[in-house]
């Protein structure tokens, strides 16, 4: 027999974890103090809105502390340095590039961006990050090692770049992947979008390959209306990527002189003004999300058949989305908790639709996929914001 499947009881769970007894319960409430309205308020009133201002340059370095990245190249979105990462990786129209495909659409909608092709791989079930171990065997079923880089045998097409993703906040394992990466000349780029705050084995994600990004969308943890940014550790590729963010404009006190095709991706001043505040608060909204976590995992303890996915031992998740695992037998039962929280305004959500199921993408060559599409079937998200949960400090 499946275990019982009890909406009152699993609602009251969620209910109680988030300490809203009653009323809708949104999905990822920004959280906003005081001085961040003070501190937008002061860049209208300074005119200072633009892209050219300091307040990008601080937020930049706020950043870089916040992530021990050495050089951050703030954007209009994650998207965008998604984009720019992958054409700085050396990513080429006509080449291919693994990602995972349980994610958000962007991480192959930026290939695509660049006229490359996503190759969709599988997931693992711990970390929810692309499986290291799956995909070696994928690529040697499929692929060949040449001096010019990795070949897939079937499409004729040079594999160029892998990137992983971590999964609602949680960290990949990025050890065996940039192994993986380097034994078939693959340039590794994190797409760690909602992964602020996120440690790998004590260190910051998204800081371990060529480079990494990271966003700053409403929904985010810290978020600057929308935003973005590129970390990396090699100075001439932050100093290309602020080239080409910014129109590829040569600095001169009054020519317009552009040396390539460049994109107006910078992040606006009036952006950067909303996330200084908020990333110096960085370690206070990932604690209280982490707190919310735990009270979901104490909620759920006695619910048959549903868990609260922990963390991977390799590291600590920033809590982005928490998410509830259900057991197999419950999977087809999914959507009537859906429903059952929608009718009472709870947000909750299913996973991003695995992209070989978007039309787009379903031709796309990939990998057997048997635990992302499982995820994907058997994983809800919990309203997750760091509003909730009860007072900050309890
Ligand atoms: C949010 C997100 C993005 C895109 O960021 P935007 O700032 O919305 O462009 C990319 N990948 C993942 C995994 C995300 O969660």
């Not at 809203?20 to 005119?47: Q, Y």
């Not at 916040?66 to 129209?93: E, F, K, M, R, W």
């Not at 660049?114 to 799956?134: C, N, Q």
């Not at 950067?272 to 982490?290: F, I, N, P, T, Y």
């Amino acid at each position: 027999m499946p275990p019982a499947f009890d909406l009152d009881r699993i609602v009251a769970a969620i209910r109680t974890a988030a300490d809203r007894p009653d009323g809708p319960i949104p999905l990822h409430e920004p959280d906003f103090a005081e001085s961040e309205l003070a501190a937008v308020a002061a860049a209208v009133e300074s005119t200072l809105v633009s892209t050219v201002v300091p307040e990008v340059e601080r937020f930049e370095r706020l950043l870089a502390a916040a992530t021990g990245a050495p050089h951050v190249v703030a954007t209009i979105n994650g998207t965008a340095a998604l984009q720019v990462a992958l054409q700085l990786a050396g990513l080429d129209s006509g080449d291919e590039v693994l990602v995972p495909a349980l994610t958000f659409v962007a991480t192959a909608n930026a290939a695509v961006y660049l006229g490359a092709t996503p190759h969709l791989v599988d997931s693992e079930p711990v970390g929810l990050g692309v499986d290291a171990a799956a995909l070696r065997t994928h690529l040697e079923r499929i692929a060949e090692r040449r001096r010019d880089g990795c070949r897939n045998r079937l499409t004729g097409r040079t594999i160029r770049a892998l990137v992983p993703m971590h999964t609602f906040g949680m960290p990949a394992d990025l050890e065996p992947l940039a192994e993986l990466a380097d034994e078939w000349g693959l340039a590794l780029v994190e797409d760690s979008a909602n992964a602020l705050g996120t440690l790998y084995k004590g260190r910051h994600v998204g800081t371990s390959g060529r480079c990494g990004v990271l966003s700053f969308n409403a929904n985010k943890i810290v978020t600057t209306g929308g935003g973005g940014a590129l970390l990396t550790a090699d100075g001439d590729l932050a100093r290309r990527a602020r080239h080409l963010t910014m129109t590829a404009k040569v600095d001169h006190p009054w020519e317009y002189f552009h040396d390539e095709v460049g994109y107006n991706f910078r992040l606006p001043g009036l952006n950067a003004s909303l996330g200084c505040g908020q990333v110096a608060r960085l370690d206070e909204l990932v604690a209280r999300k982490r707190r919310l976590a735990d009270r979901y995992h104490r909620a759920f303890a006695d619910l048959p058949g549903l868990r609260i996915v922990p963390d991977p031992p390799w590291g600590r998740s920033n809590r982005w989305l928490v998410a509830l695992e259900l057991a197999p037998e419950l999977a087809g039962r999914r959507d009537e908790l859906l429903e059952r929280a929608r009718g009472e305004g709870i947000g909750l959500r299913p996973p991003w639709t695995p992209l070989h199921r978007l039309p787009m993408y379903s031709a796309a060559p990939k990998a057997p996929l048997p635990v992302a599409e499982a995820l994907a079937d058997r994983l809800v998200n919990l309203p997750s914001g760091a509003r909730l949960g009860g007072p900050p400090g309890e």
